[in-house]
Nanobody, 124 residues
Framework: QVQLVESGGGLVQAGGSLRLSCAAS????????VGWFRQAPGKEREFVAV????????YYADSVKGRFTISRDNAKNTVYLQMNSLKPEDTAVYTC?????????????????WGQGTQVTVSS
């Protein structure tokens, strides 16, 4: 079992930055890949970024590439999502998720554990 807790959301003006954190705990947390997803009102949940725990491999959605950076601190079992040059269309609930098999996948169905989410609101 893996538990995930997000933090760092909030209200920011367009062009600003936020850093989200995803703290993972549990016996198998260290072998999981961790991804970030977001869901805006009335829209489906969409993939944002993912990072492997081992080796640091990453993958991003085209919509955030060059603006968002995913990273991890293995000693703290924490994954970060640095979000720069934020746009109003980035407004959503951001949720981190863990894939037990460590895959760099964009598919919601491949993730086994989910956090509660944190709200990010970007004003124009």
């Amino acid at each position: 079992q893996v538990q995930l807790v997000e933090s760092g959301g909030g209200l920011v003006q367009a062009g600003g930055s936020l850093r989200l954190s995803c703290a993972a705990s549990g016996r198998t947390a260290s072998r999981c890949a961790v991804g970030w997803f977001r869901q805006a009102p009335g829209k489906e949940r969409e993939f944002v970024a993912v990072i492997a725990w081992a080796g640091g491999g990453t993958y991003y959605a085209d919509s955030v590439k060059g603006r968002f950076t995913i990273s991890r601190d293995n000693a703290k079992n924490t994954v970060y999502l640095q979000m720069n040059s934020l746009k109003p269309e980035d407004t959503a609930v951001y949720t981190c998720a863990a894939d037990y098999y460590g895959l760099l996948t964009t598919a919601v169905a491949e993730y086994d554990y989910w956090g509660q989410g944190t709200q990010v609101t970007v004003s124009s």
